[in-house]
């Protein structure tokens, strides 16, 4: 099924209709003068290719989708979401070609893949890198899995491919990166004395440059992988800084730092010290202009698992959530309890506490009794004593902190 949102969103569930969508933009509207596809500004692709194992088959459908975004010479956001499944060897050479059809005006892809479904197809280094020279007009980058994993995105160049980006990415503002499996080669995970080749090569690109890559990059989300006892013990028990933080943190405002939904955190501690509060010190360290600040955890610890002693003075705004969608009452109030006790310790500056997921807002609506105790040292220590806002995605203050 297709769902055309007022000729400027298309989204596209089923592969089976995309012969008919394609003759449907071709069509003209008014009057004559604009074919439909010239409206559409947005498509997201969340069908899930049924193809298999039959080569030939998804090469057929990628060269679909290639003649499909011709026909969007506008289109601004493209989104795709668990749609290219493969079963068995898939030759790496034979991408997703199409990416690089999409329309020169392409500001945002989101390319969103369940890190659990292994047949999922990832996208070739050279394709990848192909397409960012290819789309100059980015702001914000969700990228897919690659074929190898590297640093493009806070380095200019893979330090084996020898592949540079032609120019920088100026206008990209917002970022999201994956930090890697301490089992995966990228460079990120290894000690600093084995950036050396990749660092010449970067110093070199960066001469060209003039020094940045990402010169506007405000933005990063950071996508944590469940780092257990033996990656630790792998690391010799400490967590890389990210090289992105290095080169870039000095401009960021913005940094969101999300945790696998089943992660357990718990679990994770390396000699009883998680790996997510070795990062809070780096943040602190590099991000001197970071005003907003995204914790997306599961709250199974105790609350200074979290920021531990670090402080981040220039912090006003702080996004929380529960990646897990399952209730447990334990859960939220060490959620609740971190922030009303934790928060303003590491947090001097805050001014608002966001709660953006309206599953928690409804779950804690629903269970207030139950958390009434931290609901009511939130009022108290953040909103009367300290006139922190408590606000939910819309900006909209919470009325469930009516305790007293």
């Given at each position: 099924?297709?769902?055309?949102?007022?000729?400027?969103?298309?989204?596209?569930?089923?592969?089976?209709d995309?012969?008919?969508?394609?003759?449907?933009?071709?069509?003209?509207?008014?009057?004559?003068?604009?074919?439909?596809?010239?409206?559409?500004?947005?498509?997201?692709?969340?069908?899930?290719?049924?193809?298999?194992?039959?080569?030939?088959?998804?090469?057929?459908?990628?060269?679909?989708?290639?003649?499909?975004?011709?026909?969007?010479?506008?289109?601004?956001?493209?989104?795709?979401?668990?749609?290219?499944?493969?079963?068995?060897?898939?030759?790496?050479?034979d991408?997703?070609?199409?990416?690089?059809?999409?329309?020169?005006?392409l500001e945002?892809?989101?390319?969103?893949?369940?890190?659990?479904?292994?047949?999922?197809?990832?996208?070739?280094?050279?394709?990848?890198?192909?397409?960012?020279?290819?789309?100059?007009?980015?702001?914000?980058?969700?990228?897919?899995?690659?074929?190898?994993?590297?640093?493009?995105?806070?380095?200019?160049?893979?330090?084996?491919?020898?592949?540079?980006?032609?120019?920088?990415?100026?206008?990209?503002?917002?970022?999201?990166?994956r930090?890697?499996?301490?089992?995966?080669?990228?460079?990120?995970?290894?000690?600093?004395?084995?950036?050396?080749?990749?660092?010449?090569?970067?110093?070199?690109?960066?001469?060209?440059?003039?020094?940045?890559?990402?010169?506007?990059?405000?933005?990063v989300?950071?996508?944590?992988?469940i780092?257990?006892?033996?990656?630790?013990?792998?690391?010799?028990?400490v967590?890389?800084?990210?090289?992105?933080?290095?080169?870039?943190?000095?401009?960021?405002?913005?940094?969101?730092?999300?945790?696998?939904?089943?992660?357990?955190?718990?679990?994770?501690?390396?000699?009883?010290?998680?790996?997510?509060?070795?990062?809070?010190?780096m943040?602190?360290?590099?991000?001197?202009?970071?005003?907003?600040?995204?914790?997306?955890?599961?709250?199974?610890?105790?609350?200074?698992?979290?920021?531990?002693?670090?402080?981040?003075p220039t912090?006003?705004?702080?996004?929380?959530?529960?990646?897990?969608?399952?209730?447990?009452?334990?859960?939220?109030?060490?959620?609740?309890?971190?922030?009303?006790?934790?928060v303003?310790?590491?947090?001097?500056?805050?001014?608002?506490?966001?709660?953006?997921?309206?599953?928690?807002?409804?779950?804690?609506?629903?269970?207030?009794?139950?958390?009434?105790?931290e609901?009511?040292?939130?009022?108290?220590?953040?909103?009367?004593?300290?006139?922190?806002r408590?606000?939910?995605?819309?900006?909209?203050?919470?009325?469930?902190?009516?305790?007293?």
């Amino acid at each position: 099924m297709m769902l055309p949102l007022l000729f400027e969103h298309i989204i596209l569930q089923d592969f089976d209709d995309i012969d008919a969508l394609a003759k449907l933009l071709e069509k003209p509207v008014f009057g004559g003068a604009t074919l439909q596809g010239e409206l559409v500004q947005r498509l997201d692709i969340i069908a899930r290719n049924n193809r298999g194992s039959n080569l030939e088959g998804i090469r057929d459908l990628f060269s679909q989708i290639r003649h499909l975004l011709t026909l969007l010479p506008r289109l601004k956001v493209v989104l795709f979401h668990n749609s290219f499944r493969v079963n068995g060897i898939w030759p790496s050479s034979d991408g997703p070609f199409f990416l690089n059809s999409a329309s020169k005006t392409l500001e945002s892809i989101v390319w969103v893949d369940d890190d659990k479904e292994w047949t999922l197809m990832k996208v070739p280094w050279l394709l990848w890198v192909s397409f960012l020279n290819s789309h100059p007009s980015l702001k914000s980058i969700h990228p897919p899995h690659l074929e190898i994993e590297r640093e493009l995105h806070w380095q200019i160049c893979d330090g084996e491919a020898q592949t540079p980006l032609s120019e920088p990415l100026t206008k990209v503002t917002q970022l999201l990166l994956r930090i890697l499996h301490a089992a995966h080669t990228d460079p990120m995970f290894l000690p600093c004395g084995s950036h050396d080749r990749d660092n010449t090569v970067l110093l070199e690109s960066e001469d060209n440059f003039e020094g940045d890559m990402f010169p506007n990059l405000r933005h990063v989300t950071f996508e944590f992988c469940i780092l257990g006892p033996v990656d630790m013990e792998m690391l010799d028990g400490v967590v890389p800084t990210p090289t992105l933080l290095e080169h870039h943190g000095h401009k960021l405002t913005s940094l969101h730092c999300v945790f696998h939904k089943t992660a357990d955190e718990d679990f994770l501690a390396y000699n009883d010290v998680p790996p997510q509060t070795q990062f809070f010190p780096m943040i602190a360290r590099h991000c001197v202009k970071l005003e907003e600040l995204g914790l997306y955890f599961n709250w199974k610890s105790v609350p200074s698992t979290y920021l531990g002693n670090t402080t981040l003075p220039t912090v006003k705004r702080l996004k929380i959530r529960r990646m897990n969608r399952h209730f447990r009452v334990g859960a939220y109030k060490i959620m609740l309890h971190f922030v009303a006790e934790s928060v303003l310790l590491r947090l001097p500056g805050l001014e608002e506490v966001v709660f953006v997921c309206e599953r928690d807002v409804r779950y804690i609506r629903r269970y207030q009794e139950d958390l009434r105790g931290e609901l009511v040292s939130i009022q108290r220590r953040l909103v009367l004593e300290s006139g922190v806002r408590v606000l939910d995605s819309e900006g909209r203050t919470l009325d469930f902190l009516h305790a007293t």
